[in-house]
């Protein structure tokens, strides 16, 4: 804090490159954050969300001329770090001043003495600790979720609190863009299916997902684009046919500061069942052989090999950033899709960002997906639209579920901030 009548708000990315700082009154204070669900989003980022809110100072005073840009859209850009992918800022260049909102994840409450020398902390990757002031429930408030129709099973929505913890009202979910889009209410899943019929589209269900054999794993900019082949069980996956992939969702400061989401979510995977786009014919035990049709190299079946294959810029757009000695955190370097996450402890897996997964019943991906897996600090409410003790609550009984929407909506698990 900078004193009773200012507050230093810091925006920063994983590997402190870049720090972006200013002064706002208390007042001011929360800030409000719309987060939005839309496939672009989930594609850009590789979360099930993005959340945002205007940054608080003129544009033309910020200098952001070092980070890379990635036209989202005509009327958006995303700014963000080439040395770590931290998506920082989205643009809006048509608008009058090319109007900037400050991505929620990356935004946190200074300390006196930050500014233009660092953000004050040194990445030890997963446990680690910020050295500044923790964001405060009272810094960031969810404004509304939109584009929730795009996720064609509701996705992180579903374990969104109904209820403000401030105001006491429905945090309000809209089918597209709010304007002039149609309101969800809080039986949203039903109500999603109804529109998805109104708009001609075929209802799916994660059993066709279940039947699929191949899912692809793509970014925006389709710089990285690569297909997930259902394997064998593994430590990687459940027991019970069909065996799908672990899931860990994390809300530790890395994953945090590497994607802009508060939470992240993973599914862990074997790297043998990866595989190029162009693989026509794929086997899990070949870790050599190459392509028939086109003498493409098999995708890299462990840690090292993943990491010396990016070191040749041999797999596309992708890149990483070296967390800490041990881990690697793979993204796309031009749209900045957090895509892989590697550890020379887990040699033959990886985490996989389950933003860009491409299942045709959802977001979710839950033909592929068992979602049981928490991992991180779930009390801290990086960007306060409720991920805390009572959606932990929430998570868990979703997984035991089992095959979770319609079964969820039935028992309606309401979370507010009373949970």
Request: net charge negative; with cysteine; hydrophobic share 35%.
């Given at each position: 804090?900078?004193?009773?009548?200012?507050?230093?708000?810091?925006?920063?990315?994983?590997?402190?490159?870049?720090?972006?700082?200013?002064?706002?009154?208390?007042?001011?204070?929360?800030?409000?954050?719309?987060?939005?669900?839309?496939?672009?989003?989930?594609?850009?980022?590789?979360?099930?969300?993005?959340?945002?809110?205007?940054?608080?100072?003129?544009?033309?005073?910020?200098?952001t001329s070092a980070l890379r840009t990635f036209a989202f859209s005509p009327r958006i850009n995303v700014l963000f770090c080439?040395?770590?992918?931290?998506?920082?800022?989205?643009?809006?260049?048509?608008?009058?001043?090319?109007?900037?909102?400050?991505?929620?994840?990356?935004?946190?409450?200074?300390?006196?003495?930050?500014?233009?020398?660092?953000?004050?902390?040194?990445?030890?990757?997963?446990?680690?600790?910020?050295?500044?002031?923790?964001?405060?429930?009272?810094?960031?408030?969810?404004?509304?979720?939109?584009?929730?129709?795009?996720?064609?099973?509701?996705?992180?929505?579903?374990?969104?609190?109904?209820?403000?913890?401030?105001?006491?009202?429905?945090?309000?979910?809209?089918?597209?863009?709010?304007?002039?889009?149609?309101?969800?209410?809080?039986?949203?899943?039903?109500?999603?299916?109804?529109?998805?019929?109104?708009?001609?589209?075929?209802?799916?269900?994660?059993?066709?997902?279940?039947?699929?054999?191949?899912?692809?794993?793509?970014?925006?900019?389709?710089?990285?684009?690569?297909?997930?082949?259902?394997?064998?069980?593994?430590?990687?996956?459940?027991?019970?046919?069909?065996?799908?992939?672990?899931?860990?969702?994390?809300?530790?400061?890395?994953?945090?500061?590497?994607?802009?989401?508060?939470?992240?979510?993973?599914?862990?995977?074997?790297?043998s069942n990866i595989s190029f786009a162009t693989l026509s014919t794929f086997s899990s035990s070949a870790s050599t052989s190459?392509?028939?049709?086109?003498?493409?190299?098999?995708?890299?079946?462990?840690?090292?090999?993943?990491?010396?294959?990016?070191?040749?810029?041999?797999?596309?757009?992708?890149?990483?950033?070296?967390?800490?000695?041990?881990?690697?955190?793979?993204?796309?370097?031009?749209?900045?899709?957090?895509?892989?996450?590697?550890?020379?402890?887990?040699?033959?897996?990886?985490?996989?960002?389950?933003?860009?997964?491409?299942?045709?019943?959802?977001?979710?991906?839950?033909?592929?997906?068992?979602?049981?897996?928490?991992?991180?600090?779930?009390?801290?409410?990086?960007?306060?639209?409720?991920?805390?003790?009572?959606?932990?609550?929430?998570?868990?009984?979703?997984?035991?579920?089992?095959?979770?929407?319609?079964?969820?909506?039935?028992?309606?698990?309401?979370?507010?901030?009373?949970?």
């Amino acid at each position: 804090m900078a004193s009773s009548t200012s507050i230093t708000l810091l925006a920063h990315c994983l590997c402190a490159t870049h720090t972006f700082h200013t002064r706002i009154p208390p007042s001011s204070l929360p800030l409000p954050t719309s987060i939005c669900h839309c496939t672009s989003c989930r594609l850009t980022t590789g979360a099930l969300s993005t959340s945002a809110t205007p940054w608080p100072t003129p544009r033309a005073t910020v200098n952001t001329s070092a980070l890379r840009t990635f036209a989202f859209s005509p009327r958006i850009n995303v700014l963000f770090c080439g040395t770590c992918g931290s998506p920082l800022f989205f643009e809006f260049p048509l608008e009058k001043g090319a109007r900037l909102s400050v991505v929620a994840g990356m935004v946190r409450v200074g300390r006196d003495g930050d500014g233009d020398e660092g953000c004050g902390f040194e990445d030890e990757d997963e446990g680690e600790t910020d050295t500044g002031t923790e964001i405060e429930t009272e810094l960031l408030q969810s404004a509304k979720h939109i584009c929730v129709g795009d996720t064609r099973d509701g996705g992180a929505t579903l374990w969104a609190p109904r209820w403000d913890r401030r105001s006491g009202e429905e945090v309000p979910r809209f089918w597209g863009r709010s304007e002039g889009s149609a309101a969800l209410g809080w039986d949203w899943l039903d109500e999603i299916n109804t529109t998805r019929s109104e708009h001609g589209d075929q209802d799916e269900d994660a059993d066709q997902d279940e039947d699929e054999k191949v899912l692809p794993i793509r970014c925006k900019c389709q710089g990285v684009n690569l297909r997930l082949h259902r394997g064998p069980a593994s430590p990687t996956t459940t027991s019970t046919p069909p065996a799908k992939l672990r899931s860990i969702s994390c809300s530790c400061r890395s994953c945090r500061l590497a994607s802009g989401a508060s939470t992240f979510h993973w599914a862990v995977a074997a790297l043998s069942n990866i595989s190029f786009a162009t693989l026509s014919t794929f086997s899990s035990s070949a870790s050599t052989s190459a392509c028939p049709s086109t003498s493409t190299p098999a995708f890299p079946t462990s840690a090292s090999a993943l990491r010396a294959a990016v070191d040749a810029s041999a797999l596309g757009t992708l890149t990483y950033y070296a967390s800490s000695p041990s881990t690697q955190r793979y993204f796309c370097r031009v749209c900045s899709a957090s895509v892989f996450y590697a550890s020379a402890e887990r040699k033959g897996e990886v985490r996989v960002a389950i933003g860009v997964l491409g299942a045709g019943s959802g977001a979710r991906a839950e033909g592929w997906v068992h979602w049981g897996g928490l991992e991180g600090d779930w009390y801290k409410n990086w960007d306060g639209y409720g991920h805390d003790a009572g959606v932990e609550k929430k998570k868990k009984q979703y997984a035991r579920c089992g095959r979770t929407s319609k079964a969820l909506m039935e028992t309606r698990l309401d979370v507010d901030a009373t949970a």
